[in-house]
Structure formats: structure tokens, C-alpha cells
């Protein structure tokens, strides 16, 4: 029998052929406390419509599918045995940016490099500032190793409070920036990310600035552009990637930080050995060599949320400028509820963010198939148009 991708999917990790359960960073669906509705989405037959996770729906590309199996000969040696190891990538990645690897290091996800950070850069004398809410890792982390945390909230468009963020920097060890920012789905530009890191600076010349750019490569916000090159120049600043998004590798577990050299030792100093398997290392070099796949990803991305957006308007809903692949909407009514009804008919929404539950909702963006059969729902849900009965469930 030929190894297709979606029978190698299923055969070498267990996952069913609807690509309904493959990680999402995080495992934002596992949190929403009903594991046992999630692995009913994972279901072939249900059908269902997962659009909780901010999950690429489409997963890698073609390219990296080839790469992974043309690694499988590699796959009884432990990584530093193999033909790609660790150090290939980041010089891979090194040259994509005009760097050294001194500047790079890498982290099973961004997740894991987040969470280090604040293991490096904090203590119980150390805060960490983050806005609230924002991706959780970090401030799951300080909570767990005692380090005081600094709130920052937001301004009337729901983008993070940077004034605020700077003054809450002096003393801290660690300021986490999400830019775009999950869950709120807004960005700020080049010229306020530079006033940012030259006020944490002055303020606060040893505290650590960690920028978060997850979602970078579905942004279409002229005014902004990766801090990168901010980082490589600036000490004490760097930027946190992955390839769980755009390039559809959540269930592979591939992220980098590239940045000042010095903070990217005392990152490095945290990483697990070996944490990245050589087939994951075989995937990410493949994707990073191909922009073209990334564009097409985001231009795909742009279309469907733009339909998604019009959608919602014509129901009386409005929501963030989104710049990424989700949305966060106002639907004047508590998360839960609106949850609840769309799971009933076969979509899954995101959870809860205090202190936005009571109106607001996080809903990504899948292919546009999945978001036209889940407008549907959303009409009923907020008592728009009626839908048929194979609408509600989901069916195609």
C-alpha cells in the first residue's frame, strides 16, 4: 500500500485521517474542561468543526511531508546521531536572517523557549510583566516557581497598553510581549514595538524584553514589521517564533528564539537535550526554506478571515482588527453559552479569557469550507437565519 500523508499521519502518531487531533500549542482545547468532547471532534464520523486552537488547518506542506519521510532512516538514531541535527537547523536559521548561531536557539515549540525565559530571567525578586490576557505560558510558569507577576491590561481597541507595560518594566526581569497578541488578536507596529524596548530600556536597563511573534506571518498591518532585526542589535531582547502556526507543525513541536547573544545563552542554559527529534528537524528546515508556501498560507489565511469578519458584520457582530488567524469577537453574551450552542451543532469555539468571557469570544479561522459551514451555526447560535438540520450537525 502507497504512504500517503494522511495514512502516515495515522499510522506513525495515532491520529485520526481528519487531522482533527493533532496538538495545538499549548493544547488550548484540552484547557476549555471537556476532554472528552474534544476527542469526539477528533472523530471521522462526527465531521466536526474544530476552530478552538488556532490550528494551521491545513497542516505542512507537500515539501515537508517528503522531507519527514525521506528522514524515516534516521529515525533509530537519537539526534545527534542523525544526518540532520539541532545545529543544522539553527544555522539554517541563522542565514535566513543575516545572523550567527550564537543568536539562535531552539525550543520544542515556542512554548517551551517562553517558559524558560521566565525560568532564566525571574525570580521571587524578579517580576515578569505580561499583559492580561495574553498566551499563558509565561505566567503559568512564574506562578509555578514563586515569581511575582505584573498585569498590564489594554487600551479601547483591546491593543496591549504599551505605556503602561513600560512603567511596570522597572525592576522586572522579564517583559513578555505577545505582538500579535493571543487572545485579542490586535498588533502594534514597528515604530511603537521600538518605543516599547527603548523605554523598557531606559527604565530598566537589566530587565530581559521577550518578543513574541507566533503569529508573525499572517499579519497584513503595513505598519508592522518583524522585531528581529530590533533584537539582534538591542542586548537584553529577543524574539520567540514557531512553526505551529503558518507553517502547520503544532503536533511536531518546533520553535526558535533569535536575538542578543548573551540572552540567548541564558536561555539555552534551560533547553532539554535532544528536544526537537530528527524528523521534527527534517520538517522545519524543509519549511523555512520555502516562503512561498508561507505567502500562499497567509494569503489563504486573509481571504477566509476576511469572509469570516463580513460574516459576523452581517450578524451585528463586530470584533478586534485581526491580524492573525483567529478572531476575537464581541457576541455580547458569555463565551460559555455561545460555546456551548456551537458545540451542540457540531463547531468548537475557544474558551473563556477573563475578564472578556462575558462578551467576548476567540473563534480561528479554518479552510473556507469549514468557516462557510460554521457561519451557518453561527446564524442559529445568534439568532440570525435559520440553518437545515445537516447544517447544525456539521455535515458536508
Known sequence: MSLTRRRWLEDAFGVPRD?????????????????????????????????????????????????????????????????????????????????????????????????????????????????????????????????????????????????????????????????????????????????????VRQASPDTVILLDEAYHDYVTDPAYETAVPLALSTPNVFVARTFSKAHGMAGLRAGYAIGDPRAIAALAAYKMPNGLGTLTLAAAEASLANTAHIAAERARNTEVRAFTVKAFADLGVSGTDSQSNFLFLNIKRPAAAFRDACRAAGVFVGRDFPPFEMQYCRVSIGTQDEMTRAVAVFRTVLGGATTTSRQQQGGR
Open 19 to 199: 487531522g482533527g487531533w493533532i496538538a495545538a500549542r499549548g493544547r488550548e482545547a484540552w484547557r476549555a474542561g471537556d476532554v472528552a468532547a474534544a476527542q469526539a471532534a477528533a472523530s471521522p464520523a462526527a465531521r466536526r468543526i474544530r476552530i478552538s486552537s488556532n490550528e494551521n488547518p491545513l497542516g505542512p506542506g507537500a515539501h515537508v511531508i517528503s522531507a519527514i519521510t525521506g528522514a524515516f532512516g534516521d529515525a533509530s538514531r537519537y539526534p545527534p546521531n542523525a544526518t540532520r541535527r539541532e545545529g543544522t537547523l539553527i544555522a539554517a536559521l541563522a542565514k535566513t536572517y543575516g545572523a550567527s548561531d550564537a543568536h539562535v536557539t531552539l525550543g520544542a515549540g515556542s512554548g517551551e523557549l517562553l517558559a524558560n525565559a521566565v525560568r532564566a530571567f525571574t525570580s521571587p525578586s524578579r517580576p515578569l510583566v505580561t499583559a492580561w490576557p495574553s498566551f499563558e505560558a509565561p505566567k503559568e510558569t512564574a506562578l509555578k516557581i514563586g515569581t511575582p507577576v505584573r498585569e498590564v491590561g489594554f487600551d479601547a481597541g483591546l491593543k496591549i497598553d504599551l505605556a503602561k507595560m513600560a512603567e511596570a518594566a522597572k525592576g522586572a526581569g522579564l517583559v513578555f510581549f505577545c505582538n500579535p497578541n493571543n487572545p485579542t488578536a490586535t498588533v502594534h507596529g514597528k515604530t511603537a514595538v521600538v518605543d516599547l524596548v527603548k523605554a
